[in-house]
């Protein structure tokens, strides 16, 4: 049963995260990164990891998601044609693709031929109480340094896209 | 349970979605779609973190994968802020229009 919903969502994800790379339509791009952030939350589920699910959906879903499609209606004009977006030329297209098989290749001999060592898989009932108590004790400062962050962020990002 | 499905799984889906999120960042030339494949490439490290968590038992990886999340969220307002004023000032969105750096 698991094996079934790994290859599931390794299948939604894979393939809407292509739609979103090689789609013309802008709009279908942005739809379909709902379904990689769904099926990457999904996939959190599957690894027992109840409260980062929770939070992708929140934060990607909820967030991420709706700041690029008001990006997307914001900087296209939906009544010309313009909607349509273009890739390069074919000399950065070669060039890319031999700079993204170098990484795929790197990266997969590298996940399979390391030695990692192998633990029993521990289910934990809730990972919600670990994480609450790392957050308070051993990374208290990161915590408040995020805070300090969003807030520096949020009003960074106003006073940019503010009409002078 | 999950005896079938090894963490060297998670970890090869993890770098094809990284690969398809460099595909996009290198090819594509609208900003937006470029900003979408940068959140595939976080997306894919967040799920290594998090396989690498529970297969070891270890919260650790789930905190570093919530400090992204938050990196991720200011990026995208910033980042954003900056297209929509780019597109302000030079009305498009096309990364190899935007070449006022070059001389």
Known sequence: ?164 | MLETIQMEYYLILSAVLFTIGTIGVLTRRNAIIIFMSLELMLNAVNLSLVAFSSYYGDSAGQIFVFFIMALAAAEAAVGLAIILSLFRLKKTVYVDEVNIFKW
Do not use: C, H
């Open chain 1, 1 to 164: 049963m698991e094996d079934l919903l790994f290859y599931l969502f390794a299948f939604v994800v894979i393939g809407s995260a292509s739609v979103v790379v090689l789609s013309k339509n802008i709009m279908y791009s942005a739809f379909s990164l709902l379904f990689t952030f769904f099926g990457v939350a999904g996939l959190y589920v599957l690894l027992f990891a109840d409260f980062v699910a929770l939070t992708q959906i929140m934060v990607y879903i909820g967030g991420i998601l709706v700041l690029i499609i008001f990006g997307v209606l914001l900087t296209t004009k939906i009544t010309g044609v313009d909607i349509k977006s273009g890739t390069t030329g074919k000399v950065q297209l070669i060039t890319a693709s031999v700079v993204v098989v170098i990484i795929a290749i790197s990266l997969i001999l590298l996940f399979t031929n390391v030695e990692w060592v192998n633990q029993e898989f521990v289910q934990p009932n809730t990972t919600i109480d670990s994480i609450g108590f790392a957050f308070m004790t051993k990374y208290l400062l990161p915590f408040e340094i995020a805070a300090v962050l969003l807030l520096i962020a949020l009003v960074g990002a106003t006073l940019i896209a503010r009409r002078k």
